[in-house]
């Protein structure tokens, strides 16, 4: 079936752009934007999902006060195959779209009955960049395999919750995006069980997962790495990234170490948390971070609360919302797995030279870790 998009010139297979080239379930393209008020006044977490083996388009969003009340509203429908503008999608009353390719986009959720409305447009001070690409394998199967992009840059608009308005001063927040496709695994990635009758999955010993987004004046730090319950490596991804407005070159970072510290009774990043991170050019930065804020990705639909997670079909106009302590460590821990943190960070350079930056930790921590004192699930 043609839809608008098989106007580009952006055909890989002889086929048209209404289906992925399989059918397994767990593919997905998600998109996801995220930031906070440095105060910590404010956090906002919003994004949109396509499953096309599912026949599934959902989105969402989620405003978090300082203190913890959070605020979601969340919409799912059928995938739209008619002839709708490139670049621009939407669920109920939930737009997104692509104003400027690589640069531009906007997240608008209008007026509803839940209460809570957003109009976000997020400029890219900072080159989009690449992760490293995500393929594994279990028992010959493969397990993931996906890609995604990332950019940080300067946030506009308003929110209104229960009515009232926020205006949003670009100076004062910090604010992120990614874009992702591909199979993923695990709730943590928005994907869904495939039923019953399959082999149970291998469980390990723990699993740590942990990325850092740290923006500075003059230079954004981007790490993540998946270790096993003893350190041993999985993966690895990291860059340092330079301004657009001074060329938007990047360098890439060879290591990071991590030294950290976990809230009482919570696997959750804790004050005076640190990373080493050792660059290309053999000069090392050691980054400090203090949290502000969390959000939990769960909530919007990462993993089921409340009845309902992305990619369910829920019909063709699903709307519901509800509003929770995200603080509540009993409220949050169905949805617990994948974290947000959203911080400060003061990084050292080797000359003694110290700078302030605002930025993100997300964290997947399960299992045993020697290391950090935890022996099992």
Same mark, same amino acid.
């Given at each position: 079936?043609?839809?608008?998009?098989?106007?580009?010139? #952006?055909?890989?297979?002889? $086929?048209?752009?209404?289906?992925?080239?399989?059918?397994?379930?767990?593919?997905?393209?998600?998109?996801?934007?995220?930031?906070?008020?440095?105060?910590?006044?404010? $956090?906002?977490?919003?994004?949109? #999902?396509?499953?096309?083996?599912?026949?599934?388009?959902?989105?969402?969003?989620?405003?978090?006060?300082?203190?913890?009340?959070?605020?979601?509203?969340?919409?799912?429908?059928?995938?739209?195959?008619?002839?709708?503008?490139?670049?621009?999608?939407?669920?109920?009353?939930?737009?997104?779209?692509?104003?400027?390719?690589?640069?531009? $986009?906007?997240?608008?959720?209008?007026?509803?009955?839940?209460?809570?409305?957003?109009?976000?447009?997020?400029?890219?001070?900072?080159?989009?960049?690449?992760? $490293? @690409?995500?393929?594994?394998?279990?028992?010959?199967?493969?397990?993931?395999?996906?890609?995604?992009?990332?950019?940080?840059?300067?946030?506009?608009?308003?929110?209104?919750?229960?009515?009232?308005?926020?205006?949003?001063?670009?100076?004062?927040?910090?604010? /992120?995006?990614?874009?992702?496709?591909?199979?993923?695994?695990?709730?943590?990635?928005?994907?869904?069980?495939?039923?019953?009758?399959?082999?149970?999955?291998?469980?390990?010993?723990? #699993?740590?997962?942990?990325?850092?987004?740290?923006?500075?004046?003059?230079?954004?730090?981007?790490?993540?790495?998946?270790?096993?319950?003893?350190?041993?490596?999985?993966?690895?991804?990291?860059?340092?990234?330079? @301004?657009? #407005?001074? /060329?938007?070159?990047?360098? @890439?970072?060879?290591?990071?170490?991590?030294?950290?510290?976990?809230?009482?009774?919570?696997?959750?990043? /804790?004050?005076?948390?640190?990373?080493?991170?050792?660059?290309?050019?053999?000069?090392?930065?050691?980054?400090?971070?203090?949290?502000?804020?969390?959000?939990?990705?769960?909530?919007?639909?990462?993993?089921?609360?409340?009845?309902?997670?992305?990619?369910?079909?829920? /019909?063709?106009?699903?709307?519901?919302?509800?509003?929770?302590?995200?603080?509540?460590?009993?409220?949050?821990?169905?949805?617990?797995?994948?974290?947000?943190?959203?911080?400060?960070?003061?990084?050292?350079?080797?000359?003694?030279?110290?700078?302030?930056?605002?930025?993100?930790?997300?964290?997947?921590?399960?299992?045993?870790?020697?290391?950090?004192?935890?022996?099992?699930?």
């Amino acid at each position: 079936m043609l839809t608008a998009h098989d106007e580009l010139l #952006a055909h890989q297979l002889p $086929t048209t752009f209404d289906h992925v080239e399989q059918a397994d379930l767990r593919w997905t393209e998600r998109i996801v934007m995220y930031g906070f008020d440095k105060s910590g006044e404010y $956090t906002i977490c919003t994004g949109l #999902a396509r499953f096309p083996n599912r026949n599934v388009t959902d989105a969402y969003a989620m405003v978090v006060r300082k203190g913890g009340e959070t605020k979601v509203v969340r919409v799912s429908t059928q995938i739209d195959t008619g002839p709708v503008g490139l670049g621009s999608y939407t669920v109920g009353p939930y737009t997104y779209s692509v104003e400027e390719p690589l640069k531009r $986009t906007r997240a608008v959720l209008q007026a509803n009955e839940q209460g809570l409305e957003i109009d976000l447009t997020l400029d890219g001070d900072f080159p989009a960049y690449e992760q $490293t @690409p995500a393929f594994h394998r279990e028992r010959g199967r493969i397990k993931e395999n996906a890609r995604r992009f990332y950019q940080n840059g300067t946030v506009t608009g308003h929110l209104v919750i229960d009515g009232e308005r926020v205006e949003i001063d670009p100076d004062q927040w910090w604010f /992120g995006r990614d874009h992702s496709w591909g199979l993923r695994y695990g709730p943590g990635g928005g994907s869904l069980s495939e039923g019953g009758e399959l082999q149970p999955t291998e469980i390990p010993a723990g #699993a740590l997962y942990y990325m850092g987004i740290f923006q500075f004046d003059d230079e954004l730090v981007h790490f993540a790495q998946r270790e096993d319950h003893i350190g041993n490596r999985i993966q690895f991804e990291g860059e340092v990234l330079t @301004p657009l #407005a001074n /060329g938007g070159g990047s360098a @890439p970072i060879i290591d990071v170490d991590h030294d950290l510290t976990f809230r009482a009774g919570r696997r959750l990043i /804790g004050d005076g948390s640190r990373f080493t991170v050792h660059r290309a050019d053999r000069s090392t930065s050691e980054i400090e971070v203090d949290p502000i804020s969390d959000f939990w990705p769960g909530l919007g639909g990462y993993q089921e609360f409340k009845g309902y997670a992305s990619g369910y079909w829920r /019909g063709t106009d699903f709307i519901d919302g509800f509003t929770v302590n995200g603080d509540d460590a009993e409220v949050v821990a169905p949805v617990s797995m994948l974290s947000e943190t959203l911080c400060e960070v003061r990084m050292k350079l080797d000359d003694g030279t110290e700078k302030v930056g605002h930025g993100l930790v997300e964290m997947v921590f399960l299992g045993a870790n020697p290391r950090y004192g935890f022996e099992g699930w």
